[in-house]
């Protein structure tokens, strides 16, 4: 069973960056697409970026494109999300989240069977 573990999320000003980190910690994610989802209270879960396994293709939600970029370090067995750019309206927990790559979930939620416990990141105006 797959365990995905998210770190790197903070307080930042606007306009700021920060990297998110997703790293496998009991076995290797080589072999899933992996999506990176948010949630703010009182609002539904919503995909921001993922990778695919097969061929390193990416995808992003219209409100990060530009801004976010995802990837795959697999000697690391981690994918990251570098962000850029932030804004107040980015301000949410960030969940990572593994589905095997055969499944070809994209940023369909509940296409994605392995959850990490969520990173919050809070920009500040």
């Known amino acids: 069973q797959v365990q995905v573990v998210e770190s790197g999320g903070g307080l930042v000003q606007s306009g700021g960056s920060l990297r998110l980190s997703c790293v496998g910690s009991?076995?290797?994610?080589?072999?899933?697409?992996i999506g990176w989802f948010r949630q703010v209270p009182g609002k539904e879960r919503e995909g921001v970026a993922c990778?695919?396994?097969?061929?390193?293709?990416?995808e992003y939600a219209d409100s990060v494109k530009g801004r976010f970029t995802i990837s795959r370090d697999s000697a690391k067995n981690a994918v990251y999300l570098q962000m850029t750019s932030l804004n107040v309206e980015d301000t949410a927990v960030y969940y990572c989240?593994?589905?095997?790559?055969?499944?070809?979930?994209?940023?369909?939620?509940?296409?994605?069977?392995?959850w990490g416990q969520g990173t919050q990141v809070t920009v500040s105006s």
């Open positions: 990778i695919r396994r097969q061929d390193g293709s990416t």
């Open positions: 989240a593994a589905a095997p790559w055969w499944i070809s979930a994209a940023l369909n939620q509940s296409a994605y069977d392995y």
């Open positions: 009991r076995s290797s994610i080589e072999y899933f697409d």
